[in-house]
């Protein structure tokens, strides 16, 4: 049974500028990987989204290992593992959102205000906490409830899953490790555990950035061994899910 790691990409930036990772980011990465190289972890492969933020992670875990005189497999991207496009959901669906509820449109407002004055101020709290604007939105596009020209909820989910056809191609008891984003990780956690939609939802709410989360994979079977993992993160303040 080969081992895989699913890494979800640093503390990321601002809401009007996501894709790049923070400072905060970068050493949460770094210390992935220095935990990683201490603990004499070898990959066999090692796979990025194509997102900034995702390949970000990588490099720092890369770093690490190449610093501590290790190696280190060559980072294959795979756009299979990037997170679905919050941007343009928000683009599309908020307006009727806002039509239809007046709680949402209220907070969507606020947010968007709280953006705007928090120009160049990485820490603010609009930046780092998740909203229940955010919250209805994602749900209202995994239901499906509203026209949506971009990536559906089914189609994002089967472009996760169908990664594991490609991971079935390694050699047995391979050590892989994937820098990926919340929502994959809990996909994939999700087809181990057979949960609903709205479970892996929630679980990716509650994933920590640089945390690892570990599966077995034998041909189509899965088996979670262990979820959210941040043993690198020692302290509190390093601990971020935004």
């Known amino acids: 049974m080969s081992s895989v790691y699913l890494v979800r990409h640093g503390q990321a930036g601002t809401r009007d500028s996501y894709d790049s990772l923070s400072d905060l980011g970068r050493r949460q990465s770094r210390l992935l990987g220095e935990y990683f190289a201490s603990q004499r972890i ?80 990485q820490d603010a709290e609009v930046h780092r906490r998740w909203r229940p604007c955010d919250t209805k939105l994602v749900e209202a596009w995994i239901g499906g409830h509203h026209a949506y020209r971009g990536e559906t909820w089914d189609q994002f989910r089967e472009r996760v899953t169908a ?15 994937i820098f990926t984003s919340a929502t994959p990780a809990a996909i994939w956690a999700g087809l181990a555990l057979a949960i609903s939609d709205d479970r892996v939802r929630r679980l990716a709410a509650v994933l920590r950035n640089t945390s690892y989360t570990v599966l077995g994979l034998r041909g189509e079977e899965l088996r979670l061994f262990s979820f959210n993992e941040v043993p690198h993160l020692r302290v509190p303040e390093l601990r971020t899910h935004r």
């Open 42 to 121: 070898e990959f066999t492969h090692a796979y990025a989204g194509a997102l900034s933020r995702q390949q970000q992670t990588a490099v720092e875990v890369s770093r690490a290992y190449a610093h501590a005189g290790l190696s280190f497999p060559e980072v294959v991207v795979e756009k299979g593992w990037d997170e679905f496009n919050l941007d343009q959901i928000y683009r599309d669906i908020a307006p009727r959102l806002c039509e239809e509820d007046s709680e949402f449109r209220s907070d969507y407002e606020t947010m968007r205000e709280e953006v705007k004055a928090s120009a160049g101020v």
């Open 163 to 177: 990664c594991r056809l490609k991971l079935g191609e390694t050699q047995r008891d391979a050590n892989i490790v």
